[in-house]
């Protein structure tokens, strides 16, 4: 079998999603996301110049060949840009050999070592009450595990508080918009709230919490060390995570637990947070992180730490990401758990797929490959627009970390 074409599908059903589609001599097509919010055109432009052009007449069974290829051979290392491209590249492989081979991804990569994959649902309210009526919809719908953020008193814009109460979706059409900011508000108010919620939904309930990236190493401590009470399943992107040692100064303060990883697109952006269990959950995004050939190794080191997985699943990452995240999930000893953040109605109806969930709990599904097709004539009445994540200030008008 031969790589005979490869293409790319631009659209924008509800928001944007770059989709490579490789295609074989054999009539076996395999699917790649190359999405990278905010920024889709330069992981367009990386695949359709300079990555699609070798990969004709390859063999699209050598993924591990393909994969250092790309990687060792552009000579120019890591970046999101790159690292997405090389992972739809991964990805549609991956989809076409288990398709050629007629078996659902998961049994390429070791075969299920679960039943299901424990999945975290999106809560979120402009209050607390709010933040506690949207934790109850979710336990009605038979989530286990929820990530709850709410609006800050005195605070224009929290993270993950959507305008209108639409569900969350971090990306907007049109130029950035910006947000404001205040750390202090926020460290007070946040123990109240996972007070609140504990008190409501009591124990049996998984509480997880993303922080976005905006705290100081300092702050994180001071945030998980007053959030133990409420013993949080975690708390995520305490801090950036460039410095690593940052998390160190976390862990000597606080048994809270840590996940991160979701900005990071090598595994050596993870590597002295897992070798020093300063982590315990890795959120390496599929797409972002160099596709399941780079991912399986990085959970395969982090197992050796006992750090799991709890891989980025937010509505910019394509259900093809979705249900590569999904397979390899299903597949690995160390899974923890994975993001659900449900797309669009719109967006689903795009990309048929045969994952499912059901009763707190995800599943790839058995179809063969991926399990995941696209509706081209659909997707062609949704063409991509330009849309930006939001940027933020603090109160002074100081641009801090979104
Ligand atoms: C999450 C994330 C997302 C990001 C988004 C940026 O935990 O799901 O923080 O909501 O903000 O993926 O594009
Ligand atoms: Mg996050």
């Known amino acids: 079998m031969k790589i005979a074409s490869a293409r790319l599908i631009l659209c924008s059903p509800d928001r944007n999603f770059v989709t490579l589609r490789i295609e074989t001599d054999e009539g076996i097509y395999g699917l790649g996301d190359a999405t990278l919010n905010g920024r889709e055109l330069a992981v367009a432009a990386y695949l359709e110049e300079h990555v699609i052009p070798c990969l004709i007449g390859r063999d699209p069974f050598a993924i591990e060949d393909i994969w250092q290829y790309l990687y060792r051979g552009a000579y120019w290392r890591r970046g999101p840009v790159t690292m997405s491209a090389i992972a739809a590249v991964d990805v549609a ?20 070592s679960r039943q299901g994959m424990l999945v975290y649902a999106h809560a979120n309210g402009a209050d607390i009450p709010g933040a506690i009526e949207s934790v109850k919809r979710h336990i009605d719908q038979g989530y286990l595990a929820i990530r709850v953020q709410s609006g800050v008193p005195g605070v224009n814009a929290s993270y993950g508080v959507p305008k209108g109460g639409k569900a969350y979706e971090p990306a907007e059409r049109g130029l950035p918009s910006e947000s404001l900011w205040s750390t202090e508000r926020y460290l007070n108010f946040a ?14 309930i998984h509480l997880l919490h993303d922080l976005h ?3 100081t190493p300092i702050e994180a401590a001071r945030l998980g060390k007053s959030l133990e009470p409420y013993h949080l399943f975690w708390m995520e992107d305490p801090t950036p995570a460039e410095n690593q040692d940052g998390f160190r100064l976390i862990r000597q303060h606080t048994t809270t637990p840590v996940a991160t990883g979701e900005v990071f697109n090598s595994f050596w952006d993870a590597h002295d947070l897992i070798r020093n269990q300063w982590i315990d959950y890795l959120r390496m995004t599929i797409v972002h992180g160099g596709g399941i050939t780079a991912l399986k190794k990085a959970a395969d080191f982090a ?3 006992q750090v799991r997985t709890g891989f980025h699943g937010a509505t910019d990452l394509s259900p093809v990401t979705m249900a590569a995240a999904l397979h390899l999930g299903i ?5 923890g758990i994975q993001e659900h953040m449900p797309h669009t109605p719109l967006a689903d109806q795009v990309f048929p797929h045969h994952y499912r969930y059901e009763g707190g709990y995800m599943d790839p599904g058995d179809a063969p490959g991926l399990g995941v097709s ?20 603090k109160l002074d008008g100081t641009l801090t970390d979104w």
Not at 95 to 112: E, F, H, R, S, V
Not at 331 to 335: C, T
Not at 374 to 393: N, T
């Open 93 to 112: 492989l991956w989809d076409i050999k288990a398709k050629a081979l007629d078996t659902p991804l998961y049994n390429l990569l070791g075969g299920k």
């Open 191 to 204: 123990p109240k709230l996972f007070e609140a919620v504990r008190m409501e939904v009591g124990e049996d």
């Open 213 to 215: 990236h905006r705290l």
């Open 303 to 305: 197992a050796v730490y």
């Open 331 to 335: 597949a690995i000893h160390n899974f």
């Open 374 to 393: 696209i509706d081209e004539d659909l997707a062609g009445q949704y063409p991509y627009q330009r849309a930006y994540l939001p940027v933020a200030r």
